[in-house]
């Protein structure tokens, strides 16, 4: 087999990046869009019927650049039930304080399916500025009833802040506590920041995952910790929450297993050079891979992460071939002998992968009769 070249038109490397049913209620905005106390005069309205239930229980509303200056409203919903939901929509009326209506806009649930109790974020972003020109929204929210509950054996593990470039991040891992593999296409991961009660601002997470290539098999495994970070608002914050948007595959499929076994980590005038030797743990042959690679500084915190994809030739089940995985940003604050590198493939198969870990020990385990019955069909 040739050895595996990259991607033609994809970068090498790409590091962590800032990312910048019915229930009826109306508020009063305080001055600068602040959600109003509970002593204002406006208070919810009495929800309408449906089942299940969804209620905002906290917003902001400001101005922000999005093309041009408009408002921009984000906060968080709950489920109250009874049972899960799925098939969230949601839209804002805005009313001056002669109470004409200035807008009716959608807004958008970031998360599709909701258990019973759990939450969600949400934005809408009505067409016009200002912020000071409304007075009070109403939102309304539907659902329809979900024929079950969504994943939730994903959890947020090891969150600490360091600097990056002189600007604060939060770092963590999202950790697959279950037994099902994870769509990485439709994986989003939310960090909310609050002062107390007070909503400072929604970010999404930047995580090593290729959104853009539409591959069906592109998932993580059952025990794998993938990693996040998060800029921060500039205003001081005292606790954050977390939700995942994600969709796991169906019982009896699983992503074609790879592993890589690390041989050198060098560091040069270019960056890093990773060598190593990968391995098709799978029952299908596998053109394309991408990387998860991850540095640590010398306490094992995470200080840098990124992926790559590489592709050329056919690694068939049983097979390996060398790689060579150079990267350039690479921090100096990186411990070489911490850094780690897992392999993906983008390939589908029915066979369930074995327990142990892609490699030498699970080619032996596992694969003699796989390779066999690769080789009978071509």
């Given amino acids: 087999m040739r050895a595996p070249r990259l991607a033609a038109g994809r970068p090498a490397v790409r590091g962590p990046r800032l990312f910048l049913a019915s229930a009826l209620a109306l508020t009063g905005l305080g001055p600068g869009g602040a959600v109003a106390d509970a002593g204002g005069t406006l208070g919810p309205l009495p929800s309408t019927a449906a089942e299940p239930s969804l209620e905002v229980v906290t917003y902001t509303v400001a101005d922000r650049e999005i093309g041009r200056l408009r408002i921009y409203v984000e906060g968080v919903v709950v489920n109250r039930g009874p049972g899960p939901a799925t098939g969230l929509q949601m839209r804002m009326t805005s009313r001056s304080r002669s109470g004409d209506v200035l807008d009716v806009s959608p807004g958008t649930v970031w998360i599709d399916d909701l258990a019973e109790g759990a939450t969600s974020p949400f934005s809408v972003s009505p067409p016009f500025c200002c912020a000071a020109d409304i007075d009070r929204v109403a939102f309304a929210l539907e659902a329809s009833a979900a024929p079950g509950s969504p994943y939730d054996a994903l959890a947020v593990e090891g969150v600490f802040t360091r600097d990056v470039s002189g600007a604060p991040f939060v770092f963590g891992e999202l950790a697959n506590l279950g037994d099902h593999y994870v769509s990485a296409a439709e994986q989003r991961l939310y960090v909310g920041f609050f002062a107390g009660e007070r909503l400072l601002g929604i970010r999404a997470a930047s995580m090593p995952i290729n959104y ?42 699983y992503a074609a297993p790879l592993g890589l076994r690390l041989e050198s980590v060098v560091r040069d005038a270019n960056g890093v050079l990773m060598t190593g030797l990968l ?91 796989a390779a066999r019955a690769a080789e009978a069909t071509r």
């Fill in 212 to 253: 853009g290539a539409g591959y069906p098999g592109r998932a993580f495994p059952p025990g794998y910790r993938l990693p996040w970070s998060s800029g921060v608002p500039d205003e001081a914050y005292d606790r954050l929450e977390t939700w995942v948007r994600v969709i796991s595959f169906p019982p009896g499929v």
């Fill in 279 to 369: 391995y098709n743990c799978g029952t299908v042959p596998v053109v394309y891979a991408e990387f998860v690679v991850v540095g640590r500084d010398a306490a094992g915190r995470i200080a840098q992460f990124a992926w790559t994809g590489i592709e050329g030739g056919v690694l068939q089940p049983g097979d390996s071939g060398r790689v060579q995985i150079r990267w350039r940003t690479a921090r100096s604050e990186i411990d070489l002998s911490r850094v780690s590198v897992d392999a993906f493939s983008v390939e589908l198969q029915v066979a369930r992968p074995p327990e142990l870990p892609c490699g030498a020990l699970a080619r032996r385990a596992y694969l003699p009769s």
